[in-house]
């Protein structure tokens, strides 16, 4: 049963509102830019090395952004 | 893994990675409204995508990002079940380099299943730390079963090899890869 603030005994159901933050807050940790920065440059093929562990960890956060 | 609803598939893909996960950490897996099955991949992270400390000398954090699809299914496996979309796992020095991390994100970059040695793992050839180390595809709990192996990891609980082998013996059962 999920709860009222989306916990569900050690589970965090995010809203679209809080993924995007998510991902906007790991782009600024890692990447130094905005969560939208960073889709527009992924999809734009502008990181030389998609595959740097610091870009895939963001990478991995895009349908957050959705 | 199976479910007679979007819903029912999902929970039973997250309990397994939440059993074995709290052999080690009890931060909390996130998942956003991953539900219902769509084109677009689901996302579950621990701890938001942060490195979460584990217990230990080693002074290691552990991250996790998984993605996962809701499909319809046939048979034994229907009529929804979930398939395991890619992960990223790493293991980190606390507060810096990552020592490893074990990829799998088919849709972008280097497709196939690997391995990188990065800076926290002091290796020095050029080649290695720039090298993606074809692997297999990895489960969660051998990643969790290394950190405790190799890293001298504390786990939470007395029990964690039962925990692990029957978390993993349940993946292995009804895996699905894309």
Known sequence: ????????????????????????????????????????????????DPDQPDVMRVAMLLPLGA | MAGATPAEAVQSYIDPIRKALLCVTAAV???????YSAGEPHVLTLAGGAPVRLKGPSRITLSVFQHYRVVEAAGTRGPW????????????????????????????GVRFPHLH??????????????????TGRIAIEQVLRFAIAEFNTVPLRADWSDVLAETEASFEAQRSWE
């Open chain 1, 1 to 48: 049963m999920i709860s009222k603030n989306g916990r569900n005994d050690g589970l965090k159901v995010m809203t679209a509102e809080e993924g995007r933050k998510l991902l906007d807050r790991q782009a600024r940790r890692y990447l130094g830019m905005s969560g939208k920065e960073f889709i527009r440059k992924w999809h734009a093929g502008e990181f030389e």
């Open chain 2, 29 to 35: 897996l996130h998942v956003r409204a991953g539900y």
């Open chain 2, 81 to 108: 079940r979930v398939s395991t979309a890619g992960y990223y796992y790493a293991l980190e020095e606390y507060g810096g380099n990552e020592i490893v991390a074990y990829h799998w994100h088919p849709s972008s």
């Open chain 2, 117 to 134: 040695l990065l800076a926290g793992s002091r290796i020095g050839r050029e080649e290695l730390q720039k090298a993606h180390l074809p």
